[in-house]
Every structure is written in C-alpha cells, then in structure tokens.
C-alpha cells in the first residue's frame, strides 16, 4: 500500500481545531529565547510541508506528538477505537510524551526538521505561516485506514451499526432482514463493531435481542476484548452484567484485561474472574 502523508489533520477528532500557538509553558528562562524557539517550530511545521515525502513513517510520527504537545498539551483525548490503526498509532505516539514542556517538544521538533533537511536554516526574525486550508497546521501520518462515504444505497448493515443508526438495525433485526450474529469477512459481529465504536446503547439493544455475548471473531477476540482494548468502561460494565466472560483467549492467549491500558478497566476484569471462581 503506497503511504500517502499529506498536511493537516485528517482525523477531526483529534484536532484541537485551533492553529494558534499556545505559549503558556510555565516560566521560560527566558522569554526572547523562548519567542525565538516559537518562530523556529512554526518555520519548521511550514517547511515540513514540502519534504513528508522524504520523512519515514516513524519520523512523521515522532513529528506529529511533538506538533500536538506544542499546540494542545499533554494528550486529552481517548484511545481511537480498536480498527483505526493510523489514529492509535497517532495517539500512542503523543501519549507517550506524558507531561514533556512545550519548550522540548519544539526543540525535538525543530531537530528533527533539520535532520531531514540538513540546508534549512530557520530565520531569526519571525515569520507568520502560510494560511493552509487545513483544520491543523503540523504533518499528518499517512492514512493506514480511512473509512470512505459510502453512499445510501450501497451501506451494509455493519456499516448502519459503525454509524450507531440504531433505528436502521433495530428494524433489520425485528424483521429479520439479518441475523444479530451475522459476521462480516473477519468474523465480526454487530457486537464486535458497537464494542469497537463505543455505541454503548446499540450494545445494549443488541444484547437485547439476543446477540451472542461470547462470540469471537477470527482472531478468537471477543466484543469484551474490543471493549477493554478501547478503554470503553460503561460497555466493560454492561457486556459482564450481561454475561460476559472475561476468561476466553484470544488466538494469541490474550484475555480481555491483557489487552488494555486502563487500570480501572483490568482491575474489573480480574474480581469478576475471581467471583466466578469462588
């Protein structure tokens, strides 16, 4: 698959929306340095613009976590769901910067410019950016998974369920358009999907009508391990109030608490495995 890094933020969810730089870091040593290092990080996300061409996917990463932490700050947003693989490695990238100041995140980032293009050579003065029809000015990783419009007539009923249009397949189920189990090429059910996407009403509604719990797709995963990799802790608490078992493996013996990061949602997982038990 050909890599295609464009600029701008494609994924709107996670974009603060605002270009603007945020010059709050507590105390610099000092402010014309710190005015100056400013200039130079907008210089470089300018001319970041012509060369992603040259940068490799790790590069543009790395590049991305610094852009936000300039913009927006330590990350704040939730885990993307368990199929939107461009944006969790997006968010793992700038989660992983913690509490990194604002000041080394543009120094890494102007650095790391320079190392692409050893010729460039920021202007001391400074220099407003080009306006860029862009809902977000830093680079962008290339898109590993975009959902395409579909049109009306050729949406499928999982397509229905990743849009959370619960009235649409409610009706398929009632009338028995569909199965509620019905898998789609990977082995995922509606479940799997609702899990995944976080529609914690249509998981209840499938639940409702009888939707297998339990079931796994082809990587032996189950709707409470989309659930626990997505950290979804309301979707976590209905599918084991409804029957859950959070003691089946997936193919690479992964339970559903091994394949989160929150603690609130593994610490869950493990007493109902202990009261099931007992």
């Known amino acids: 698959m ?76 939730p885990k993307p769901g368990f199929f939107d693989f461009e944006g969790k490695q997006k968010w793992e990238a700038w989660k992983a910067l913690g509490d990194a100041s604002a000041e080394q995140a543009m120094k890494e980032y102007v650095s790391t410019v320079r190392t692409l293009d050893p010729s460039w050579t920021p202007q001391a003065g400074e220099q407003k950016s080009v306006e860029r029809k862009t809902a977000f000015g830093g680079p962008v990783v290339s898109s590993l998974y975009q959902e395409e419009t579909i049109r009306e007539e050729d949406k499928d009923i999982f397509d229905y369920c990743r849009e959370n249009n619960i009235e649409h397949v409610t009706h398929a ?43 796994q797709d082809n990587e032996g995963q189950t709707a409470l391990h989309y659930a626990s990799s997505c950290e979804f802790l309301d979707i976590v608490d209905i599918l084991l109030k409804c029957g859950a078992d959070p003691g089946l493996r997936d193919q690479d013996g992964a339970l559903p608490e091994e394949v989160t990061d929150c603690r609130e949602i593994c610490s869950k997982l493990q007493q109902c495995k202990l009261v099931e038990t007992t």
């Open 173 to 215: 189920i009632r009338s028995k358009d569909i199965d509620v189990n019905l898998k789609d090429e990977e082995g995922r059910t509606l479940l799997h999907w609702a899990c995944d996407r976080g529609h914690h009403e249509l998981v209840s509604v499938l639940l409702q009508h009888k939707a297998d719990i339990n079931r």
């Open 2 to 77: 050909a890599s295609l890094f464009v600029s701008g933020e494609t994924l709107s969810d996670h974009s603060s929306g605002d270009d603007s730089f945020d010059s709050t870091d507590p105390n610099p040593e000092d402010e014309e340095d710190y005015k100056l290092l400013a200039s130079h990080f907008q210089q470089a996300a300018d001319r970041l613009q012509g060369m992603v061409h040259v940068a490799s996917r790790e590069q543009l990463l790395y590049l991305y976590a610094r852009y936000k932490q300039v913009k927006v700050g330590k990350c704040n947003i």
